[in-house]
């Protein structure tokens, strides 16, 4: 079979995700809509089996994609980040044999330096499109290849480097990928509702962390997570507004007792006593003891 040009099919590509990503208010995107992808005629689906995608006239890789991870469990980039420390990706071969041709198609892209995209599952049948990537390196004893997913880490070449290129690698990934991937496994959990207010606006809507990111339990994985407005996110995070672990909003006394517009009213104060709005998945709620955790730092703090 023969299909369109490398460089057109992937501009054509890039375009299509990024397309898609921006109308999406979590950033999720379902499988139907990536694979409405058309290329001088020719349907060049991106979801497929597979978890390289390889159009059979082309040589390198167009994508790759990691399954859907339940909402309890650590993503595997999320490991492979934090197993390495470097803050590049590790993608895994397809089977053991590396002259797979589909572990073929990513050297051939690694060889040509050619940008992928990278689709994250979200929930069954809906993946967060991350693109551009590059695959920069390879480490066969782990069978498996080493991803950059920002351009600014295409220059660091030495990844074993420790210092500060290691800490920027890792602060790249941390914004440009990780962040983005837990709000949207958040909102598609909360089915994009402020968890406090009920507010339904994605675009006005954060994935916060329950236990901040940094310490031993604050790992971006959904039980630790809770969609809320910016309102709300803002003043749990400072903790003006706190949820105790039977999932009622308390506020501070201060914020209790002040006088002011209808903002403080309405969006604050007569938030107190109210119930958390959690999603109807188990495994998606708030975990009982990082909201134990992060109650006693509410305590504390009021
Ligand atoms: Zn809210």
Redesign the pocket.
């Known amino acids: 079979m023969r299909g369109p040009d490398d460089a057109v099919v992937r501009h054509a590509m890039l375009d299509h995700l990024a397309r898609l990503r921006a109308a999406s208010p979590t950033g999720a995107v379902h499988r139907d809509a990536l694979n409405a992808f058309w290329v001088e005629g020719v349907h060049i689906p991106l979801v497929v089996q597979q978890g390289i995608r390889k159009p059979a006239w082309l040589e390198a890789a167009l994508a790759i994609r990691t399954a859907y991870t339940p909402p309890g469990a650590r993503p595997p980039y999320e490991d492979d980040l934090a197993g390495a420390g470097d803050g590049f990706v590790r993608y895994h071969y397809r089977g053991t044999d590396p002259a797979h041709a589909d572990n073929r198609a990513l050297r051939a892209a690694r060889v040509a330096r050619l940008p992928l995209a990278y689709l994250l599952g979200v929930e069954p049948g809906w993946y967060f499109p991350f693109a551009p990537v590059w695959i920069v390196g390879e480490e066969p004893s782990r069978a498996q290849f080493v991803v950059a997913v920002d351009e600014g880490q295409l220059y660091l070449e030495d990844r074993s480097g420790s210092g500060d290129a290691r800490t920027y690698a890792q602060r790249l990934a941390k914004v440009r990928l990780h962040q983005p991937m837990f709000r949207a496994r958040v909102l598609r959990a909360y089915e994009s509702t402020?968890?406090?207010?009920?507010?339904r606006h994605g675009e006005l809507l954060d994935a916060a962390h329950i236990v901040p990111d940094g310490r031993p339990r604050g790992d971006a994985v959904v039980p630790n997570g809770l969609a809320?407005?910016k309102?709300?996110?803002a003043a749990f995070d400072r903790n003006l507004l706190g949820v105790r672990p039977d999932l009622v909003v308390e506020l501070t006394g201060a914020l209790r007792d002040e006088v002011d517009g209808p903002m403080l009213r309405h969006?604050l104060q007569e938030?107190a006593g109210r119930r958390l709005q959690v999603p109807r998945e188990r495994a998606a709620r708030p975990d009982r003891d990082r909201l134990e955790e992060r109650y006693e730092e509410f305590r504390r703090a009021s």
């Open positions: 402020c968890a406090i207010c009920g507010l809320l407005c309102l709300h996110h969006g938030m």
